[in-house]
């Protein structure tokens, strides 16, 4: 390796893993780095803006705070709109780079597998996030909210995300960059109480203090507690407050406030009934069992009971998807690797890397992916030491004709620049943070220059 | 007095780089880092130089005495987080 060979690196996925990629890039002084960041919307940040609930702002700063200045950085550039396994194949951009990092997310869900999940009012959280927050693909999603009640299966962070949205006063979402269609749906809402199952106990939940707190914070929400009062003796801290809250939560328990969250421990679904579209969920109660690991599993017991519900949100877990020509581990739905390093059946497939939730699956905060992202660059750097990286054969400037040959409508960082320009002053006027637009012809419009 | 992380924390170590005490916790080569549902500043050692609050990208470190009303118990819960962690 000669010292000042440059280094040009192609970055798929511009979410915090991407992202967090793309500065260990930059700031390694003894690498001297081009980075072409390819994303599959025309707009950048991943689950930041397509995840990340529109009432948590203060966890969008991390963009103006720091991917920004990555983003904008001059060795590297923005090819917006370009989806890695529809306008370029892997096989190809391994020769047009000296090293490729897929930090691609998880773009699906996990199912239930009962029957009646495909009626009409059966949807994931996924989907939900996605039409509430502005991707493109999900605008016209149908989410029906005339039913009284709605059930949210899983208890994880974004149960609660969604749990919350459902719940919040419209006046404050109407504060945040949360979609105009989101809003409107929210306003007409009937739905005056989510039910949360989880199918183990109060103290196995896997959402967080924070978030949990947060739930009491809502205006006009009350929580009720119901399936599981165990105050078990042995548990952790973090477990220990988090009891402490829905103590509390379920202590100030209302009759008189206009909706309601219902935690529901201890319930499994197991079929969705309805004639055109869900009306009742069927679910089963369980108990806790040991298991060889150590950890308590959910085991139904005989006993059933009936929930009456127009709108029933699986939130069990994203899923990452295959890449067409990368090896992919089907049961932990990741692209196959050692430590980052792809790897199929002949060893590693030298120069392709993976970071984040295509890498670990889809677990852990904005800030797990940036020690992924330091961990998997440690093997990248190796490589280069040792030799093993083929150099680019293109130069950047025939990538950037490729580019433009296989997708002329790329959005390139001008583009992306003005389509977030356009959103700001849009949310200036209305006191919002921004007003995201959420039909890819009118982005692609907006980004287009004049 | 002493600094103190509050809910909007990401977990991005971001303050362990930079503090010079080494008294956040987890750090990224720390156990318990990738199950973290946040960073903790130990009140018994930080010395107050707010070199964390500005190397923060959420906006999420306060001193102690000037914690926004809902986030007050968090000066509690970052120093709850060490002694627990000695227990
Ligand atoms: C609903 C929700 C809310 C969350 N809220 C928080 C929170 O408040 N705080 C927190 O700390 N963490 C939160 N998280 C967790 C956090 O968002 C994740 O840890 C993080 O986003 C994972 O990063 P990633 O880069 O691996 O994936 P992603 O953020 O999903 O980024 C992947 C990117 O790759 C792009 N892409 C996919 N396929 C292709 C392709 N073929 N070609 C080109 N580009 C492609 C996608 O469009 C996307 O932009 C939340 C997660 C979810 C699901
Ligand atoms: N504000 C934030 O910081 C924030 C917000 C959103 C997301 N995130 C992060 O993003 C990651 C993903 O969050 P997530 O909520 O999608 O996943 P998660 O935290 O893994 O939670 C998944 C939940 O689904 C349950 N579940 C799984 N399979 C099930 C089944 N078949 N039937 C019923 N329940 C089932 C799990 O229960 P078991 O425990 O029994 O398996 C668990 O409660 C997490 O790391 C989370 O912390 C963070
Ligand atoms: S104020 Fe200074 S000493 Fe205290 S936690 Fe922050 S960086 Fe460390
Ligand atoms: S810098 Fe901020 S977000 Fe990052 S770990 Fe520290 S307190 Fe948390």
């Keep these: 390796m000669t010292p000042d060979r440059i280094l040009r690196i192609a970055v798929i996925g511009t979410g915090p893993a991407g992202m967090y990629a793309t500065e260990h890039l930059i700031e390694d002084r003894n ?28 966890k969008k700063l991390i963009v103006e705070r720091l991917f920004d200045y990555f983003f ?10 370009v989806e890695v396994g529809v306008h370029v194949q892997p096989r190809e951009l391994a020769r047009w780079y000296d090293a490729v990092i897929y930090a691609v997310g998880a773009s699906d869900d ?3 597998g009962i029957p009646g999940e495909g009626l009409p009012g059966s949807v994931s959280a996924r989907e939900f996030v996605a039409w509430y927050n502005g991707d493109p693909d999900f605008s016209h999603l149908d989410v029906d909210l005339s039913h009284p009640r709605a059930v949210v299966v899983g208890n994880g962070n974004v149960a609660l995300d969604v749990a919350r949205i459902l719940t919040a006063p419209v006046a404050d979402l109407e504060k945040t960059d949360i979609t105009d269609h989101a809003l409107r749906a929210l306003k007409a809402s009937a739905v005056k109480e989510v039910v949360i199952l989880g199918r183990r106990g109060i103290s196995q939940a896997a959402y967080h ?64 009934l309805g004639e055109h579209k869900v009306e009742q969920l069927r679910v089963v109660q369980n108990t806790l069992e040991p298991v060889s690991n150590g950890t308590l599993q959910a085991r139904p017991t005989g006993k059933r009971l009936f929930i009456d519900t127009g709108l029933v949100m699986r939130s069990i877990g994203y899923r990452g998807t295959p890449i067409p020509g990368l090896p992919f581990d089907d049961a932990l739905g990741v692209v196959r690797h050692i430590e980052g390093r792809i790897c199929d059946d002949q060893g ?103 | ?39 903790y500043i130990d009140p018994r050692r930080c010395i107050d130089c707010a070199a964390c609050v500005e190397a923060c990208p959420v906006l999420a470190i306060f001193e102690d005495d000037c914690l926004p009303a809902t986030m007050r118990h968090y000066a509690e819960i970052n120093r709850e987080y060490f002694g627990e962690r000695s227990a």
């Design chain 2, 1 to 39: 007095m002493a600094y103190v992380i509050t809910a909007a924390c990401v977990a991005d170590y971001s303050c362990v780089e930079i503090c010079p005490v080494d008294c956040i916790s987890p750090g990224p080569d720390e156990t318990g880092f990738e199950e973290a549902e946040q960073m």
């Design chain 1, 110 to 112: 996990v199912r239930l």
């Design chain 1, 348 to 450: 590693a497939v030298l120069g392709n890397y993976v970071t984040g939730w295509i890498k670990r699956g889809p677990r852990g905060i904005i800030g797990t992916n940036k020690k992924c992202a330091r961990d998997t660059l440690r093997c990248l750097i190796e490589d280069l030491q040792a030799g093993r990286l083929t150099p680019a054969e293109l130069r950047s400037t025939e990538v950037l004709q490729e580019i433009k040959a296989r997708q002329p409508e790329a959005v390139l960082r001008p583009g992306w620049l003005r389509l977030d320009h356009a959103e700001r002053t849009a949310g200036r006027a209305q006191g919002r943070p921004r007003v995201k637009f959420t039909e890819r012809e009118e982005q692609l419009t907006l980004a287009a220059e004049g």
């Design chain 1, 72 to 81: 904008k950085h001059g060795c590297v550039r923005y090819f917006g709109n």
């Design chain 1, 209 to 272: 203090n924070p978030e949990l707190e947060e739930i009491g914070h809502l205006d006009g929400v009350t929580v009720v507690v119901e399936g599981d009062d165990a105050s078990p003796p042995n548990v952790d801290w973090a477990t220990r407050r988090k009891l402490e809250t829905l103590r509390e939560l379920s202590a100030q328990s209302t009759r008189a406030a206009e909706r309601r969250i219902v935690f529901r421990f201890l319930c499994s679904p197991v079929e969705m």
């Design chain 1, 31 to 58: 690498l001297n780095v081009e980075v072409d960041l390819f994303e599959r919307l025309p707009t950048p940040w991943g689950l930041i803006r397509g995840g990340v609930a529109p009432d948590h702002p203060e």
